[in-house]
């Protein structure tokens, strides 16, 4: 069963235009939530990165809102770029202190298309 | 970038043949991570290891089994390949101390099993 469910597999967005993600969780154990950003032939990167102890975080044109009531957490992209095209993971980590800290449950990923 | 270097970066070999791949940090840190790529899924989390000789089974660990000897090298091991192996494989490193640590990735491994 997936953990984490991530929408929409596929992202086409005008140059200037907003890129939203959403990501969707049921496990409440799960207290940190990173967004991750690949370029084809790249390791995932992290992006940023919110705990459910905020409602929003933002970093420049990146911003993370986090619905803790809806188990739902959404990655926003503002005046989105062409540089900006890549595959986008969400992901989870329960708070559990033992040998399972950080492990990281991904959703299958979002391909961002900013035409120019 | 974290220092992850993963070896080889691309690979192809026969169903049945024994494969190993190598992840190596720099950092020092504790956790290290295997997880395999395929379109349509994600990451999938293979093995783990939150110290050496210390490793768990993520939710994909059929088939493959890990070591890690020392703090710097962990070792994910095909014992006899299969062509739905065949994937891209990356290694993350996380300091882990106290609260959840940033996992880094290494640019993955390549593998093609015909």
């Known amino acids: 069963q997936q953990q984490v469910k991530q929408s929409p597999q596929s992202l086409i967005v005008q140059k200037g235009g907003i890129s939203i993600i959403n990501c969707a969780y049921e496990?409440?154990?799960?207290?940190?939530f990173p967004w991750y950003q690949q370029f084809p032939g790249k390791g995932p990167a992290l992006l940023i990165a919110?705990?459910?102890?905020?409602s929003e975080k933002k970093e420049g044109r990146f911003t993370i809102s986090f619905n803790k009531s809806a188990k739902q957490f959404s990655l926003h992209i503002m005046d989105s770029q062409p540089g900006d095209s890549a595959t986008y993971f969400c992901?989870?980590?329960?708070?559990?202190?033992?040998?399972?800290?950080?492990?990281?449950?991904f959703g299958r990923g979002t391909q961002l298309t900013v035409w120019p | 970038d974290a220092g992850i270097t993963q070896s080889p970066r691309h690979k192809v070999t026969e169903t049945g043949t024994p494969v190993t791949l190598r992840c190596h940090q720099t950092?020092?840190?504790?956790?290290m991570y295997w997880y395999r790529q395929d379109p349509g899924h994600g990451l999938r989390l293979i093995h783990y290891?939150?110290?050496?000789?210390?490793?768990d089974k993520g939710e994909v660990s059929d088939g493959y089994s890990v070591s890690r000897s020392k703090t710097e090298d962990f070792l994910l091991t095909l014992e006899s390949a299969t062509s739905s192996q065949t994937s891209v494989y990356f290694c993350?490193?996380?300091?882990?101390?106290?609260?959840?640590?940033?996992?880094?990735f290494g640019d993955g491994t390549r593998l093609s099993i015909l």
């Open positions: 993350a490193i996380s300091a882990g101390q106290g609260s959840v640590q940033p996992q880094h």
């Open positions: 496990n409440t154990a799960f207290d940190y």
């Open positions: 919110i705990r459910p102890d905020v």
């Open positions: 992901a989870a980590s329960p708070a559990d202190r033992g040998s399972t800290l950080g492990r990281l449950y």
């Open positions: 950092e020092n840190h504790r956790y």
């Open positions: 290891s939150y110290g050496v000789k210390d490793t």
